[in-house]
């Protein structure tokens, strides 16, 4: 027995209740962990109002969790009891325990603790595929990049890492407090996209010629914006929908636009093997270790206030990474 905030329907945050629950012995190719953090990530809102359908119901959200091994199933070879691993994995970490593939999870560095690693780890290999793969050519110094959302949990890591790599960072957020944060996170130029035109402004930024990639997780309020701030050929990478679904997309209007390129990325495709997981999780506590990313944890909630949680993400509340402790 273990306990674990349920949902039974989907809906608003309340209907996050704390229940106990049965957990079985991990099975062959399991691991059972005991969670001592859990990364808050915007994709569990989709999960709870039921955009992206939860395997079971009821079911338990949460992508992302830190923890130790406290049992291992048959043919586990390469985890012991008590290693601290992380892991992003769709759903199941808002509970005190539970049972987990092996091939999921990433050994979490001595110099990196639990809270740091529940703060980035989703957020930070979503910075990874999306730079440097999502996009498929090198970001080059100079080059002009526009990232939404800015002062948010991916926003911060990946306008740091772009910023890294020498790009020029344009962030749009929606507040002059977050305006500041973007600023000290990589960001040399800001849009308050909630008061400015974002297009005008990248526009006047880049001298007409627009940027080379825009990544864009804002999804309804942004997407049509976002194409026209693209230079010829640039490429449009969606990877999130907080405002909304976007419109679709007549592939005349892109060849109108310059022969510019959209996709819609998702962490679960390129992350999809052990091999390319831990070649993202290396690169990611690389960057940390070099100082090119600092992580900014910067709202913690008991685990059972999920629900505050949840509300205040969708309020825009939030700044940075948000974490859960159990
Ligand atoms: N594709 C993938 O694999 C993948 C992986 C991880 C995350 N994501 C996506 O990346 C985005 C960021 O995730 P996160 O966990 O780091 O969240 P976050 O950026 O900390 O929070 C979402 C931010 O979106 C902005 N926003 C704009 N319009 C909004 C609206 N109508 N309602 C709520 N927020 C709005 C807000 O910033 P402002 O107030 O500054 O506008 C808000 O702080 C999400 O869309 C998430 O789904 C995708």
Not at 192 to 207: A, G, K, L, P, Q
Not at 271 to 294: H, Q, Y
Request: with cysteine; net charge negative.
């Amino acid at each position: 027995m273990t306990s674990a905030l349920v949902i039974n329907e989907t809906g608003g945050p309340e209907v996050l209740q704390w229940q106990d629950i049965e957990l079985e012995s991990p099975k062959a190719g399991e691991v059972r962990i005991k969670h001592t953090a859990a990364g808050l990530n915007y994709i569990d809102t989709y999960f709870r109002q039921g955009i992206f359908p939860l395997p079971n119901m009821p079911g338990i959200l949460g992508a992302e969790g830190v923890g130790v091994i406290t049992e291992l199933g048959d043919g586990v070879s390469d985890l012991s009891v008590g290693d601290r691993v992380v892991y992003s994995a769709g759903f199941g970490s808002y509970c005190l325990e539970r049972n987990i593939l092996a091939e999921k999870l990433v050994k979490v560095p001595d110099d990196i603790d639990d809270i740091t690693a529940a703060g980035c780890f989703s957020k930070g290999t979503t910075a990874e595929f999306l730079l440097l793969r999502a996009y498929p050519r090198d970001i080059q110094p100079g080059d002009y990049i526009l990232v939404h959302a800015a002062a948010g949990g991916v926003g911060q890591i990946l306008c740091q890492w772009a910023n890294h790599l020498g790009a020029n960072v344009i962030g749009t957020v929606g507040s002059e407090e977050k305006a500041e944060v973007a600023r000290n996170h990589g960001c040399r130029d800001v849009i308050n996209y909630s008061t400015e035109d974002f297009v005008e402004r990248v526009s006047d930024i880049t001298d007409g010629k627009g940027v080379c990639v825009v990544f864009d997780a804002v999804g309804k309020s942004t997407f049509e914006g976002s194409l026209d701030c693209l230079q010829p050929r640039g490429f449009l990478i969606n990877f999130g929908t907080a405002s909304g679904p976007p419109p679709k997309v007549d592939p005349t209007d892109l060849m109108h636009k310059g022969s510019v390129y959209v996709t819609r990325a998702s962490l679960f495709h390129y992350n999809a093997t052990p091999a390319d997981l831990s070649a993202s999780a290396e690169k990611l506590f690389a960057v940390i270790r070099e100082g090119g990313v600092k992580v900014n944890v910067n709202q913690t909630y008991p685990l059972q206030d999920a629900a505050q949680a949840h509300q205040d993400l969708a309020d825009r509340k939030l700044i940075g990474s948000t974490v859960l402790i159990p």
